[in-house]
T-cell receptor, first 118, second 108 residues
């Protein structure tokens, strides 16, 4: 499967635990974006990363949330000390390295991780 | 600032046409259109980068009016498979800002 791979598809955590969401971009893509979607709502931008660099994290909550895209391996979205309000679908998208990335390239989405907080 | 999509929802019979609008209060540099079916990933439809640009494939096309800061998605001779929620995403620099979506239902 050459598409964007996210895992796990479903994640259940208790309040106060940590959640780690993983995203492997499409082959040849070096730009990764994370979005959050609440039921019946649109996608909310969280962060835009390139390998080893955070380009734009203006949509990330100031506390408990962090993201990385290491030189090797998938991008990780980490949520510490989860609360009920973190329950949502988290989507990762990727785009190719040419054209400068960002909003000038099509973004291809993974199937998402549905996070539920008990 | 989030773009505004209209209508919020539309119900069609197979074979009918629909137009979905997306407008922004900010200058637009790019407009993306995606379709999402319930419980699935958003699927890229098309991107428009220049004012006045029009694109299309199959029976789905879109236009981008840079001056009016709006884009429209045109679905002609709708098929059952067109059902889903359509999102426009407006580009500014590195980020996309998505509208709240238009729910399209195509009935036989």
């Amino acid at each position: 499967n050459a598409g964007v791979m996210q895992n796990p598809r479903h994640l259940v955590r208790r309040r106060g635990q940590e959640a780690r969401l993983r995203c492997s971009p499409m082959k040849g893509h070096s730009h990764v974006y994370w979005y959050r979607q609440l039921p019946e709502e649109g996608l909310k931008f969280m962060v835009y990363l390139q390998k080893e660099n955070i380009i734009d994290e203006s949509g990330m909550p100031k506390e408990r949330f962090s993201a990385e895209f290491p030189k090797e391996g998938p991008s990780i979205l980490r949520i510490q000390q989860v609360v009920r309000g973190d329950s949502a679908a988290y989507f990762c998208a990727s785009s190719p390295p040419f054209g400068g990335g960002g909003s000038n390239q099509p973004q291809h989405f993974g199937d998402g991780t549905r996070l539920s907080i008990l | 600032q989030q773009p505004v999509q209209s209508p919020q929802a539309v119900i069609l019979r197979e074979g009918e046409d629909a137009v979905i609008n997306c407008s922004s209060s900010k200058a637009l540099y790019s407009v993306h259109w995606y379709r999402q079916k319930h419980g699935e990933a958003p699927v890229f439809l098309m991107i428009l980068l220049k004012g006045g640009e029009q694109k299309g494939h199959d029976k789905i096309s879109a236009s981008f009016n840079e001056k009016k800061q709006q884009s429209s998605l045109y679905l002609t001779a709708s098929q059952l498979s067109y059902s889903g929620t359509y999102f426009c995403g407006t580009g500014s620099g590195s980020r996309l800002t998505f509208g709240e979506g238009t729910q399209l239902t195509v009935n036989p």
